[in-house]
């Protein structure tokens, strides 16, 4: 019954290190996110995507990147990770301009040392 | 922007009360959700309401849109009820945005 799917749920690893988190649906959904949720800062959105090779920026882009070559796939990429990306990292997708159906995976926790 | 604002930032009950949580947001709204995040970080999304009322088991909610608020109506909670609740609500074609929650915790 799993929907949204990401590839980790714990992650440990070095400053300067690219890590690419993972995330696929299986409900066919147009739409993917990715948020990261902080204590005290509740979910901020950092990328999104409304098709395959398109991609938006949200609130907190710097210094992550996206990849969306299929459209059940959708990655986030930290370049060159920093301590201040240590966070939970969670995707959803949804479905339509009215984001119906809204689901998130079940997070990863990245620790960047 | 997109402004979701929520209340009380922090709720506690003895099993078996029931509770109202508030969702105010702005005028460019236009997909109103609420989400439970359980204490293992689960998100479930509880109900899509952009206007009206819907209602699942003890939970119900109602937006008025035109007064550009909603509420999320817990009755008979159960410890199983504790966690965070997030309302959302984005434009056509953006991403949802998200208040910063009201924790809930329920005691037997």
């Known amino acids: 019954d799993v929907k949204v799917t990401q590839s980790s749920r714990y992650l440990v690893k070095r400053t300067g290190e690219k890590v690419f988190l993972e995330c696929v649906q299986d409900?066919?959904?147009?739409?993917m996110f990715w948020y990261r949720q902080d204590p005290g800062l509740g979910l901020r959105l950092i990328y999104f995507?409304?098709?395959?090779?398109?991609?938006e920026k949200g609130d907190i882009p710097e210094g992550y990147s996206v990849s969306r070559e299929k459209k059940e796939r959708f990655s986030l990429i930290l370049e060159s990770a920093s301590t201040n990306q240590t966070s939970m990292y969670l995707c959803?997708?949804?479905?339509?301009?009215?984001?119906?159906?809204?689901?998130f995976g079940s997070g990863t926790r990245l620790t960047v040392v | 922007g997109i402004q979701v604002e929520q209340s009380p930032p922090d709720l506690i009950l003895q099993e078996g009360a029931n509770s109202t949580l508030r969702c105010n947001f702005s005028d460019s709204v236009n997909n109103l959700q609420w989400f439970h995040q359980n204490p293992w970080g689960q998100l479930i999304n509880l109900f899509y309401i952009p206007s009206g009322t819907k209602q699942n088991g003890r939970l119900s909610a109602t937006t008025v849109a035109t007064e550009r608020y909603s509420l999320l109506y817990i009755s008979s909670s159960q410890t199983t009820d504790s966690g965070v609740y997030f309302c959302a609500g984005g434009g056509a074609g953006t991403a949802l945005i998200f208040g910063k929650g009201t924790t809930l915790s329920v005691s037997s």
């Open positions: 409900m066919d959904h147009e739409n």
């Open positions: 959803a997708s949804s479905r339509g301009i009215s984001n119906y159906g809204y689901t």
């Open positions: 995507s409304y098709d395959v090779k398109m991609k």
